[in-house]
């Protein structure tokens, strides 16, 4: 918990001095018995691209919603733009949203869709006109204008619905999943895209995934959510680099989890031992200090673990499957307790693939290998 608090406030700081676009002040969800969201407190800023990321079922959709004006908060606040949002209507709020469907108007063209908003609030002929064009050069659909939605690409209708979105200027856009419907390769595009899109127009956007590599892909900062809760907020490389728990590590990218008991702390540096009695060297980092006798998990990435060379901790082990990936090959390794390592190695053609069954032994820094707080959660 501590750890976590460390990473938010080394946040804040770079945070700080941008005014808050959204504030969630203590914020419950219950539907019925059922806790959705509990005790949620954040700030976003003006001009962040803010994600929640979290596994199907962890809130994400909920705390979307309350923001939205869908869903009413159960206990706490949701602020916008220094306005209590109590009692306001979705359609009074200055936030719009974007949905994976992007249930556009099949009968009407782009430039209708797009306009459609704009036309109900009386907006005149000449500005919906002018809007609506800024609108559509901005989701590169200029020359799109007169086409129906049903002889677009998925990418063009999601972008009609980012489009219809951005044109009332809100200041705060609500993205729901918006690529879920896309093919990877769309998508990946479209990351990009959205991304540059957010820095042009400065507008925050507040993102909710469950694709970890899309909210790194994009993000500012990132809230990580299970079970109703905020695990950890943090920058995409804090979150991979330093996750607050045994839940962020996991979620975020692959990792080797080690358990052990702690045998020696001295300063940021442990000695722990794991039950099939390997003696491994590792970091408690932000001022987590574990004591020793307790029974701790240690975190280290599958890049980090070098194989055939020196380091740190040097464990000898044997190859037990070897999984060609392309730019690299995976390699699942058993230790002589029992335990078994991933590590990934870049391929290069001067490097040979080890073999199943071959002998190794697998090397990391004590700094790479980080103490995630023990099984106290
Ligand atoms: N109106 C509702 N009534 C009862 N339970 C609900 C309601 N809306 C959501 N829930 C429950 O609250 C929990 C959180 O739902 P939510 O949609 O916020 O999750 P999510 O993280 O967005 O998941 P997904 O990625 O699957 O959309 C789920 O267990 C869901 O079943």
């Known amino acids: 918990m501590e750890r976590q608090n460390t990473a938010e406030r080394r946040q804040g700081a770079r945070e700080e001095g941008r005014p808050v676009a959204v504030r969630l002040q203590n914020v419950t969800k219950r539907f019925g018995d059922f806790t959705a969201v509990e005790d949620l407190s954040l700030d976003i800023h003006e ?5 929640l990321l979290g596994p199907s079922g962890c809130g994400k959709t909920t705390t979307l919603r309350m923001i939205a004006g869908f869903e009413e908060p159960t206990e706490g606040e949701v602020v916008v733009a220094g306005r209590s949002m109590r009692g ?29 908003g704009l036309r109900r609030a009386g907006v005149p002929k000449g500005e919906i006109s002018r809007r609506v064009g800024e609108a559509c050069a901005l989701v590169k659909l200029s020359g799109f204008e007169r086409r129906k939605p049903s002889r677009l690409s998925g990418g063009q209708q999601q972008r009609v ?4 979105a951005l044109v009332n200027r809100p200041k705060v856009l609500l993205l729901d999943e918006p690529l879920g419907a896309l093919d990877l390769k769309l998508r990946k595009q479209m990351q990009l895209e959205l991304k540059n899109l957010q820095h042009e127009v400065g ?4 993102y909710v995934t469950h694709d970890q590599e899309e909210a790194l892909t994009m993000s500012d900062r990132i809230a990580v959510m299970n079970e109703g809760r905020v695990q950890q907020v943090a920058d995409p490389a804090t979150l991979y680099e330093l996750p607050a728990n045994r839940f962020v590590a996991d979620f975020i990218g692959q990792t080797n989890i080690l358990e052990g008991t702690v045998e ?5 540096r442990a000695v722990i031992r794991t039950a099939g009695g390997l003696r491994l060297e590792a970091v408690a980092p932000n001022g987590f200090r574990p004591a020793v006798g307790e029974a701790v998990e240690a ?13 740190d901790n040097v464990v000898a082990a044997e190859v037990a499957e070897v999984v060609y ?4 090959t995976q390699y699942i390794l058993r230790a002589p307790d029992g335990g078994r390592l991933v590590a990934h190695r870049q391929n290069d053609r001067e490097a040979a693939a080890l073999r199943p069954g071959e002998a190794v032994s697998v090397a990391w820094d004590a700094r790479h290998c980080l103490i995630l707080g023990g099984k106290r959660g």
């Open 47 to 51: 001009g962040e691209f803010f994600s």
């Open 88 to 116: 306001v209507p979705p359609y009074r709020r200055p936030v719009n949203t974007v949905f994976q469907s992007y249930a556009l108007f099949p009968h009407l063209d782009v430039f209708e869709n797009v306009a459609f």
């Open 161 to 164: 619905a980012l489009a219809r």
């Open 203 to 206: 507008i925050t956007f507040i």
């Open 264 to 268: 020696a702390v001295e300063g940021e």
């Open 299 to 311: 975190a280290v990435r599958p890049e980090k673990l070098r194989v055939g060379e020196a380091g």
């Open 325 to 328: 990936l392309g730019s690299s």
